[in-house]
């Protein structure tokens, strides 16, 4: 029962273009969502969060972007540029289960030069 | 990664005998999850700790698998009589706590059973 899935395993992207990432949940009691870069051999690293009382943060070159109703949630790079190429995860907690975080399966992203 | 320590990086372990992985927390954090990535997937939820404290073990197999934040040192996860099936990367993450609180991550400890 994956209650947080990133359905695209891999995206390829021109360098200075958008990036898009998303994710998709079904658990209606998640109120935090989180993104996290990896790359190999390294632990992830926090990107960008959102809370379930907004629809968009930004943070530089990154955008999150909240859909509650579609359960949805999408990642925004842009410009995209090679140094961003890692494995992206989409994260969800429920504030009264701990805080603990659901991690989807990751989407591979490489930004061509 | 800076802040979460975890050692060792890398640990070999034969059949049958026991794992012991450490957790240092960020400073001022006093509230440490550990998750564990099989290949090619991604992290699960094992146990989340406070100090001296089991908060939710939920995730955790029910056998030889086993977790402490003691007052005083690291978090350790200990894992008994190690099989094939355990290897993996194990991540701890510390987080300050409170609602809203993203958690940071170390690199991970690679344990590879022989």
């Known amino acids: 029962d994956q209650q947080v899935k990133q359905n695209s395993p891999s995206l390829s992207v021109q360098e200075g273009r958008i990036s898009i990432l998303n994710c998709d949940y079904t658990?209606?009691?998640?109120?935090?969502f989180l993104w996290y870069k990896k790359y190999p051999a390294e632990g992830p690293t926090f990107l960008i969060s959102i809370s379930s009382i907004k629809d968009k943060n930004e943070d530089g070159r990154f955008t999150v972007f909240l859909n509650k109703s579609a359960k949805h949630l999408s990642l925004h790079i842009v410009p995209s540029q090679p140094g961003d190429s890692a494995v992206y995860f989409c994260a969800a907690s429920a504030g009264n289960a701990g805080n603990m975080l659901t991690f989807g399966g990751g989407t591979r992203l490489m930004v061509k030069p | 990664n800076a802040g979460v320590m975890q050692n060792p990086r890398h640990l070999v372990r034969r059949r049958g005998q026991e794992a012991r992985l450490r957790c240092s927390p960020m400073?001022?954090?006093?509230?440490v999850y550990w998750y564990r990535q099989l290949p090619e997937e991604g992290l699960k939820f094992m146990v989340y700790l406070q100090k001296e404290n089991i908060i939710d073990e939920s995730g955790m197999p029910k056998e030889r698998f086993s977790a402490e934040f003691p007052k005083e040192g690291p978090s350790i996860l200990r894992i008994q009589q190690v099989v094939r099936g355990d290897s993996a990367a194990y991540f701890c993450?510390?987080?300050?706590?409170?609602?809203?609180?993203?958690?940071?991550f170390g690199d991970g400890t690679r344990l590879s059973i022989l």
């Open positions: 400073k001022g954090h006093s509230h």
């Open positions: 993450a510390s987080s300050p706590g409170g609602w809203n609180q993203p958690q940071h």
């Open positions: 658990n209606s009691m998640f109120d935090y």
